[in-house]
């Protein structure tokens, strides 16, 4: 009793004295929201499938930020970039649009209406050119902010391209209910591999400096202008290795510059605070903080929003950060083995962009291109096949290109692909089928399912036989001494990891044991199914060096490829395949999509009844080929065939 009447009597005391001085233990709850990498995801809708999609979309995350703005007196709205470029409606926007001074991007119209109080600029930002960005920025009066790229070529005279930073005047609600007059300061950053990403759109005309290099340049700088906080709008990554100078991804280097209160970090399309990330130098993934700074990333086209809660107390030198967590809120959850939304669309923001949709609805459904015959996968894991062959083709052209003016120009290309709708568990049809004809941009998620970006590894033939012998493991062991019928496919093997590498020729002997097992492990050494391995017609050179362009899945060690671990990485792809395999289409204008074959099987003598299953259409496709014989379709609605091996 007496020492709760002794607090009280000291309380009063610090606050009779402390009060007038402006110094009073008032605590101000400040709530910082963050979206990142939208990539002109309005809608939940996905254009390339031509069909809603529950798992993106800056309508469905508008929802988290009303209802993350209803719980909080005192809250900032900030985006980190790559906003207008990503799915067709950036490109309609960018093309078709007829965009010009005095139009507002649907993105801007929509952040608009959500309340942002600054964004910064992204890497995809660039992808069309200075002139048509800066139509945009025009459009819109949300405040940018980049601080570390620079218009012209001298370093000594150039200015910024953009605002550096901006200081804000807010004025919040404190704990006493008081309003307080508090300068926030937001700088922006890239990463300064814009230059070689957008190499065309740059060269000649603007430059970058390294992120932390220009936050230790404008942090004081916005220090000296008032700013009592600094939020940190970086386009930028998390990254494990130690800093090197000009790092791509460096947002958590941040985390040491002084002055930083918040750091909304994106680009690498991943999520902050998150488990993933538990390992990384000074992360506290419980509490959303590295070095103590609070800092989010928001996943990407809106499937999160980051949360920044920071309490700021009163100093002689006035309102600074005391504490902060940060926080990703997603739209959606796993629940019992089932996505459940946790943000239906906001109807707002849907009706706002409304006729932006539609008309990239118009545009996806046009014909782009051609193909002179069917692009099918219903005989893929069992011949040389054109729906895996077309993105092949799209990726080497794309991979030459980009690797033009590079040590690695002087490599062969290969290139891998596999097919991905190849019936198993997704049914008997879940198969690849476009009909000869027009080619629409919507049909390219019938040739490209997943998200995936392009990715070019440099490895030598050594590898490339033991990457073929990890495909081979699709197949089961056809034994010569059995005349029973036997099934080829090893339906424990998922179809996306049977990779046919284009450049190359070869043969798979299936007589032979799998050499790895799924996993990636050595299981039969001495077993050997990669046969007649030909490189220009000639038995492949094991030193030689080759460049292979795949997918940022199988660079990065998915599917547990040997020699694959990320670390032979020469080139990846600021955009997705999806939108590399389009450019290509629209390109080409049309396409022979049939096959001289470049795989088969190696014969096998013996009379053995080889089966496999595939979907009922392909018996159309089937007739002519005296390799493929249709026995009959199974209760599990896959039709069997027999596949000659002789
Ligand atoms: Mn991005
Ligand atoms: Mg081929």
Do not use: C
Not at 235 to 254: I, R, V
Not at 549 to 554: E, G, K, P, V
Request: hydrophobic share 40%; no cysteine.
């Amino acid at each position: 009793m007496a020492q709760r009447i002794l607090r009280s009597i000291v309380l009063a005391l610090v606050f009779t004295v402390l009060a007038p001085l402006g110094l009073s233990a008032q605590e101000i709850k400040l709530r910082v929201l963050s979206t990142t990498d939208i990539h002109t995801h309005l809608y939940d809708y996905d254009y390339y499938r031509d069909g809603p999609d529950d798992s993106f979309g800056l309508a469905r995350t508008a929802t988290l930020i009303k209802k993350a703005r209803a719980e909080a007196a005192n809250l900032l709205l900030v985006d980190s970039g790559d906003l207008i470029q990503g799915n067709p409606l950036g490109d309609w926007v960018a093309r078709e649009s007829g965009f010009k001074d005095g139009s507002t991007h649907p993105a801007h119209k929509a952040m608009a209406a959500l309340g942002y109080d600054a964004a910064t600029l992204g890497n995809h930002e660039f992808n069309y050119g200075l002139a048509f960005l800066e139509t945009v920025l025009k459009g819109t009066k949300i405040p940018y902010v980049t601080s570390n790229v620079f218009l012209g070529t001298d370093k000594a005279t150039a200015k910024p391209l953009i605002q550096p930073f901006v200081v804000l005047d807010r004025e919040f609600t404190d704990s006493a209910g008081a309003k307080q007059k508090v300068k926030v300061g937001v700088i922006g950053f890239v990463p300064p591999q814009i230059m070689t990403w957008d190499k065309a759109n740059l060269e000649g005309k603007a430059f970058t400096i390294d992120i932390v290099e220009a936050a230790k340049r404008y942090v004081p700088e916005m220090k000296a202008a008032g700013a009592d906080i600094v939020i940190a709008a970086v386009h930028s990554g998390l990254s494990a290795a130690p800093a090197q100078g000009m790092d791509e991804n460096a947002a958590n280097f941040l985390a040491r510059v002084p002055g930083i209160d918040a750091i909304l970090a994106g680009h690498a399309h991943r999520v902050f605070p998150d488990r993933s990330f538990a390992n990384l130098s000074g992360a506290d993934v419980d509490k959303g903080t590295i070095n103590g700074v609070p800092t989010v990333m928001a996943g990407f086209w809106g499937s999160h929003l980051g949360v920044v809660d920071m309490t700021l107390k009163k100093s002689a030198k006035g309102w600074e950060r005391a504490d902060g967590t940060g926080s990703a809120w997603p739209i959606r959850r796993r629940e019992n083995n089932q996505w459940v939304s946790l943000a239906a669309p906001d109807p707002e923001i849907l009706a706002l962009v409304k006729t932006e949709h539609e008309a990239t609805l118009g545009y996806v459904r046009r014909p782009v291109a051609k193909t002179t015959d069917p692009i099918t996968s219903y005989f893929a894991l069992v011949q040389d096949d054109p729906s895996i062959q077309v993105v092949t083709r799209a990726q080497t052209d794309y991979v030459r290109s980009q690797l033009k003016d590079t040590p690695h120009a002087r490599l062969p290309i290969l290139s891998a692909g596999a097919p991905f709708k190849a019936g198993g568990r997704g049914g008997p049809n879940y198969f690849t089928d476009v009909p000869a004809g027009d080619i629409a941009i919507k049909n390219v998620a019938d040739l490209y399912l997943y998200p995936n970006t392009v990715r070019a590894v440099r490895v030598t033939g050594a590898t490339v036989r033991e990457w073929l012998e990890m495909s081979a493991g699709q197949f089961n062991r056809i034994d010569p001494a059995v005349t029973a019928p036997q099934p080829l496919v090893n339906t424990a093997f998922p179809t996306y990891n049977f990779d046919v590498i284009d450049g190359v020729t070869y043969k798979i002997d299936v007589s032979q044991p799998p050499r790895y097992d799924t996993q990636g492990k050595l299981q039969n050494a001495n077993s050997r199914r990669i046969v007649d391995l030909h490189f220009e017609g000639k038995p492949i050179d094991e030193a030689k060096e080759f460049i292979i362009a795949t997918n940022n899945y199988r660079a990065s060690g998915g599917g547990n490829f040997p020699g694959l671990d990320g670390k032979n990485v020469v080139f990846e792809s600021p955009e997705t395949s999806q939108e590399m395999l389009m450019e290509w289409l629209i390109q080409k204008k049309t396409i022979q999509a049939s096959v001289t074959p470049n795989w088969s099987f190696a014969r096998i003598a013996a009379p053995v009844e080889v089966i496999f299953e595939t979907s009922p259409a392909a018996q159309a496709y089937a007739k002519g080929n005296p390799k493929l014989q249709y026995l009959d379709t199974a209760q599990n609605g896959f039709a069997r065939f027999r596949l000659d091996l002789k």
